[in-house]
């Protein structure tokens, strides 16, 4: 069974998580690429979504969900997005997309957050397999980048990137995230950062991994 495959798997499972007359935030990514497409099988059934992108923005109104502005309302019944890395505390590493921020500000307001996974992207050290992205303001991406090799990084500039916000991202690598709550801290502490890609102090409260074999549900109180 291929990736992708694992992906539509698990984009088709969270379904039976959406209760229905609800408002649903959607994440971005390949995996919630699918799950939107299954999203649009019962839009009749839910009152809308609040999208964490541009680029999900556009499927969902192609494939006519109804969409609501995050301001507008006082918070989300249910957020649902993927993760580029994900531990066994539930810690994650999210952002390849470029739209950390705005996912992060849908987690923060939704009552429940379920991240959908493929196997693949389950580690036991963040940092293992994929960069750390960092949503930074333009002018201090020179000074964010060096704060970074102090803490052991390899900063790379996203070039030719433009975040739905209008700032760049950096990549991180190399860093391995031994205690991702205190690195989100202080990452978030160095002045014109916007937002990093760690969702440890707001992790999911439920995952569900795909595999070979079908899909593995893990509860945060489990």
Known sequence: MVQND??????????KYIQ????????????VAYFIEALASIKKNIKGVVASSDVSSLQLKKLGIPMFNLNNLDSLDIYIDSADEIDNHMYMIKGAGGALTR???LAAVAKKFICIVDVTKQVNILGSRC??????????????????VRFGGVPKY???????????????????IINPIDLEEKINNIPGVVSVGIFARRCADVVLVSDKKGIKVINANS
Do not use: C, F, Q
């Open 6 to 15: 694992l992906k539509k798997i698990v984009g088709w499972a969270v379904l």
């Open 20 to 31: 229905s007359r609800t408002i649903v935030g959607v994440g971005t990514g390949s995996t």
């Open 103 to 105: 996912e992060k500000i």
């Open 131 to 148: 960069p750390l992205p960092i949503e930074v303001i333009p002018m201090a991406r020179s000074l964010v980048a060096r704060e970074l």
């Open 158 to 176: 996203r070039h030719g990137v433009i975040t739905d916000n209008g700032n760049n991202i950096l990549d991180i690598y190399k860093l391995k």
